[in-house]
């Protein structure tokens, strides 16, 4: 599902994406096996959204360190990469890579 709303996020279809990730992350929250993946797929597709707030409320839901920091590096680039300065928001991130790290 993350794959998918990925491509509509990419098509411009920003509310569709959004619907289909807010389902695959009740799936994910049913599904211990594949939430891990799925959660770090989901967090990935908001911040290439540009949904860093969504984005970031997914990696509280990951318990494993290695994937929330694998994650929070993501949408760290990702923030970077469209172009935004850094600011509280870009603080934040880095603040909860660090600590995760630690």
Known sequence: MAEIASRYVE???QNRASDLLSQALQVA????S?????????????AQAGQYDQA???????????WKTHV??????????AGQQPDDKARKILHEIVREAG
Not at 34 to 46: D, K
Not at 56 to 66: P, R, S, W
């Open 11 to 13: 098509a411009g279809k």
């Open 29 to 32: 929250k049913d599904s211990t």
């Open 34 to 46: 594949l939430q891990v993946v799925t959660l770090a797929e989901i967090s990935g597709v908001y």
């Open 56 to 66: 970031l409320q997914v990696t509280k839901i990951i318990e494993d360190a290695y």
């Open 72 to 81: 929070l590096v993501e949408i760290n680039g990702k923030y970077a990469h």
